[in-house]
């Protein structure tokens, strides 16, 4: 903290932050982390009470109307996304104008932001159904965009939701199928129905990316939105942050890396780049900025690994490399001493992997997770009377 009064003689205190480590921008109520004590509650519920508990549906109607829903409210919210989750032929015909091979984060990125030019009237919510149908509907159409903007990437055709399906289900569906409809996956000729057990899998997966307070794109989120910016722009500016490798971006780095290191005996190569201070090599999936003992997110997900390990044929050769380099990291000083531990990154793509998930769409899929977490953030900044348009200062330091 620096007191530089006395260069601004108007301003009072002013605290120097880079990173914003210790600084609250806002007051929310929706998700509370204990960093100390690997603690992480949507609406006041530990996280192990949802993952796998509850549909991911379910915890997004948690985190956007503040209580988990009663049965039929469950069925409605269910049906109603099913029903929005188709896109308007004009953001279908922007795929075309992107190349193959185009990252499927930066298709997204331009889709969701054309949606606000598609949904004029969502700048203007001072109708509760209005405001209402506003964030049904980005939750909604996000596995689609998703599922389009990879299967355009690698130029195949398209594929419609189906409303028959449940929200993941759905997603896989478009993921996977054939034009006619027949389910195969896209990359190594299988012909493979979408299992129950899957659908599951991934549910807790998006339900562990669901919120997560004021991360990088979460802020990133508010800020945009603090300039009374298009709530869907505020929201393609989130996956722009998303998508960088610190954050989001990890969890297909963090499978690069486990390729890379390629066996259990060249661990202690890797473990020794990591703490070498003039090597920028990182251990993508280790450290955090909050937790500094172990990420829940990331228990939660290791107990999934372990569930799933025989059900879904869990390649055993990564896995081998991935506990090979958990347990060389926490028996090193260098990351014990500075609390770092496997974040939620580190064990989800070996279980997307299994789920055949192509490692491009692994932040993609934090994308569609953290869509709740993103579009509530945005929306108790509006009902705050409290809230600034974001505005730092800076210590200036030139000529
Ligand atoms: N490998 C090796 N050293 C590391 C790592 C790592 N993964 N992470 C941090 N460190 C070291 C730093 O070099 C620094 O060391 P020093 O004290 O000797 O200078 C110390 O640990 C603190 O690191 P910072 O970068 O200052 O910590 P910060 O809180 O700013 O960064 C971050 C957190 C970005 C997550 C960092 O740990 C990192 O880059 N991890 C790898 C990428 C990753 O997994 N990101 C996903 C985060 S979870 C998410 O966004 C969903």
């Not at 919510?125 to 903007?149: C, G, H, S, Y």
């Not at 991360?215 to 800020?223: E, K, Q």
């Not at 991935?322 to 064990?347: H, K, T, W």
Request: charged share 25%; glycine share 6%.
């Amino acid at each position: 903290v620096v007191d530089i009064r006395s260069f601004y003689k108007d301003s009072g205190m002013f605290t120097y932050d880079p990173g914003y480590t210790s600084t609250a921008s806002c007051n929310s109520k929706i998700t509370f982390i204990d960093g100390e004590n690997s603690e992480l509650r949507y609406r006041g519920i530990p996280i192990d009470e949802l993952a796998g508990k509850r549909s991911y549906l379910d915890v997004c109607h948690l985190l956007m109307m503040g209580r988990l829903p009663n049965e039929e409210e469950s069925k409605n919210f269910d049906l109603e996304i099913r029903h929005r989750s188709f896109l308007n032929e004009g953001i279908i015909r922007l795929f075309d104008a992107l190349p193959d091979g185009a990252h499927p984060m930066a298709t997204m990125g331009a889709a969701t932001m054309a949606l606000a030019a598609f949904y004029k009237d969502h700048l203007h919510l001072e109708d509760e159904e209005q405001f209402k149908t506003m964030r049904r509907r980005i939750l909604a159409k996000m596995p689609t965009i998703a599922a389009m903007a990879y299967r355009n990437s690698i130029g195949t055709p398209l594929i419609y939701p189906d409303i028959n399906r449940y929200f993941t289900e759905n997603f896989l569906y478009m993921l996977r199928a054939y034009p006619g409809g027949k389910m195969k996956y896209l990359g190594d000729g299988l012909n493979d129905q979408i299992k129950q057990v899957e659908v599951d899998a991934l549910d807790a997966i998006l339900t562990l990316h669901a919120d997560h307070e004021q991360n990088a794109s979460t802020t990133t989120v508010r800020n945009v939105g603090s300039t009374e910016a298009h709530p869907y722009v505020a929201i393609a500016s989130g996956i722009s942050a998303l998508w960088g490798s610190a954050h989001g971006g990890a969890n297909e780095r963090v499978m690069e890396q486990l390729k890379l290191i390629g066996d259990v005996k060249n661990v202690p190569t890797y473990i020794a780049k990591a703490k070498d201070k003039n090597d920028p090599f990182r251990l993508m999936g280790f450290g955090h900025r909050v937790y500094k003992n172990r990420d829940p997110r990331a228990q939660e997900l290791k107990k999934l690994q372990d569930k799933l390990r025989e059900e879904l044929h869990l390649d055993s050769h990564l896995l081998d490399i991935a506990a090979a380099v958990e347990e060389a990291a926490l028996s090193d000083d260098y990351f014990v001493s500075r609390g770092l531990y496997p974040n939620i990154d580190f064990y989800s793509g070996v279980i997307l992997t299994a789920l055949k998930i192509p490692i491009e769409m692994f932040t993609p899929i934090f994308v569609i997770g953290r869509i709740p977490g993103w579009i509530s953030q945005w929306s108790e900044l509006k009902q705050d009377p409290t809230a600034k348009i974001a505005r730092p200062r800076q210590l200036y330091t030139g000529k």
